[in-house]
């Protein structure tokens, strides 16, 4: 295991939470205590909403309920390897303290095990925080974990796959990926700007490598929408998992419709062309809460898919994003649903 992070003094700050929620006596008991259980809380020190003093507080606080030792970070796909260590070491639970792309690695090392999963939100978004049901804000969310130490409730939730990466929420092909993997370069304007370094990012993205002989794709999908070919022709594909497909602000995102993080399928949906007269109309449905981005004309949604596969017709490889972070390019990109693969704490 990598090396744990030392705790300083956080003087007035501890007293933020509530500590009448960290006693861990069981009512029936008759004040024994209970042996603490143990918790491996992986901090990403690059997460947008993160700071040295607020991890100090919370392992603080999260000491009075539980054994607690903390580690950061270091490099790409470091947190799946530290759960599978503490999967291997028999943790009860690792906590995931950083964005939805912190969650996700931790989730790739901690499938197939015992070990369930929680989070703390330390990104912009947080939307898988949102999606268990934990608060979006750090110190509430951190209440909510001490009281689970009074109420330890786990639950088996569906992943997404896409070639050996599993993904919680979202994956995408295409214009959204282009747009991930070009904000994912510049993480200060990430950090800073947040969902508006998005919104810039992709209106440049799209005059440059969309208006004009964008990428073109095919997906092959296991039950086409009625009406539609078996297999649709596009230029970008959005899969999920579970719903919304992101946050901007404090409103949902919602894009393709059906999955739930239990209903043991996907949804995707096909954006056919790139015309700069459709782009706005879309933007606007994403952004509504009256109207849907899958009534547009230039979009095909399907739901109930157990498999889908997406490739290029051009040669041109397809950039691929899961839950908000840019993984790379292929030619050829098959998706699959693992239903009860996760468990988590929440």
């Known amino acids: 295991m990598a090396r744990r992070v030392p705790v300083c003094d956080t003087g007035s700050l501890v007293s933020a939470i509530d500590f009448d929620l960290i006693s861990v006596a069981d009512p029936g008991s008759e ?100 999606m268990l049901g934990i608060p979006p804000d750090v110190i509430d969310a951190t209440e909510h974990l001490l009281a689970l130490a009074r109420d330890w409730r786990t639950r088996e939730v569906d992943l997404g796959r896409v070639g050996e990466r599993y993904f919680l929420f979202s994956a995408g092909v295409g214009l959204d990926a282009d747009v991930v993997g070009r904000v994912d370069a510049h993480p200060r304007l990430k950090a800073r700007l947040g969902e508006y370094y998005y919104a810039w990012v992709a209106t440049s993205t799209f005059a440059r490598r969309y208006l004009v002989s964008p990428p073109q794709l095919e997906a092959e999908l296991e039950h086409p929408q009625a009406g539609v070919a078996r297999r649709p022709r596009g230029v970008t594909l959005l899969v999920q998992n579970a719903s919304p497909y992101t946050y901007f602000g404090d409103r949902g995102v919602e894009m393709a419709r059906g999955a739930s993080l239990i209903s043991g399928d996907l949804a995707a949906l096909l954006l056919e062309r790139t015309n700069p007269l459709d782009i706005p109309s879309i933007a606007w449905r994403a952004l509504s809460s009256r109207a849907h981005v899958a009534a547009h004309r230039r979009i095909a949604e399907f739901p109930a898919q157990h498999w889908l596969r997406v490739r290029s017709l051009d040669d041109r490889p397809l950039p691929l994003q899961v839950d908000g972070d840019y993984i790379g390019s292929g030619h050829e990109h098959r998706f699959s649903v693992v239903p009860g693969a996760l468990s988590v704490l929440a």
């Open 31 to 130: 004040g024994v205590q209970q042996p603490r259980r143990r918790l491996l809380m992986i901090a990403n020190p690059f997460a947008s909403s993160f700071s040295d003093r607020l991890r100090h507080l919370v392992i603080s606080a999260l000491r009075g309920s539980y054994v607690v030792d903390a580690v950061d970070t270091e490099r790409r796909d470091h947190a799946t390897e530290l759960c599978r260590e503490a999967a291997q070491e028999g943790y009860d639970a690792v906590v995931a303290f950083g964005g939805d792309g912190t969650a996700n690695e931790a989730a790739n090392g901690l499938v197939g095990t015992r070990t369930p999963l929680t989070c703390l939100p330390g990104g912009r978004a947080n939307v898988y925080c949102r």
